[in-house]
């Protein structure tokens, strides 16, 4: 599975992005998918996740109440929708699949190369 994340750019506190992750391959809707992000210095950290059939999702308390993620498996495509943006959201934004069911950075499969979110005060 090879994966394509968008959607990045600059915003203002309490604004809103939403991001989108491509995939390729037949086997999208088998995989569960997640977002992570990195800020420079820290490390990668969970955000929210999705089952393959999209039955049930996993947040982060970080931005629970504020993304949303979803899919749509005939377009395979994952959507992160971010509001109430805020600067300590500013990070590059990474999608992954997973075969398996640990919602961390160490249980995802495929990794995709990220899109930056900045977000001004």
């Known amino acids: 599975v090879q994966l394509q994340a968008s959607g990045g750019g600059l915003v203002q506190a309490r604004g809103s992005l939403r991001l989108s992750c491509a995939a390729s391959?037949?086997?999208?809707?088998?995989?569960?998918m997640g977002w992570f992000r990195q800020a420079p210095g820290k490390e990668r950290d969970f955000l929210v996740g999705?089952?393959?059939?999209?039955?049930?999702?996993y947040y982060a308390d970080s931005v629970k109440g504020r993304f949303t993620i979803s899919r749509d498996n005939a377009k395979n495509i994952v959507y992160l929708q971010m509001n109430s943006l805020k600067p300590e959201d500013t990070a590059r934004y990474y999608c992954?699949?997973?075969?398996?069911?640990?919602?961390?950075?160490?249980?995802?499969?495929?990794w995709g190369k990220g899109t930056q979110v900045t977000v001004s005060s």
């Open positions: 992954a699949a997973t075969r398996g069911s640990r919602w961390n950075a160490n249980g995802m499969d495929y």
């Open positions: 391959g037949h086997t999208f809707s088998s995989y569960g």
């Open positions: 999705i089952s393959w059939s999209g039955e049930r999702t």
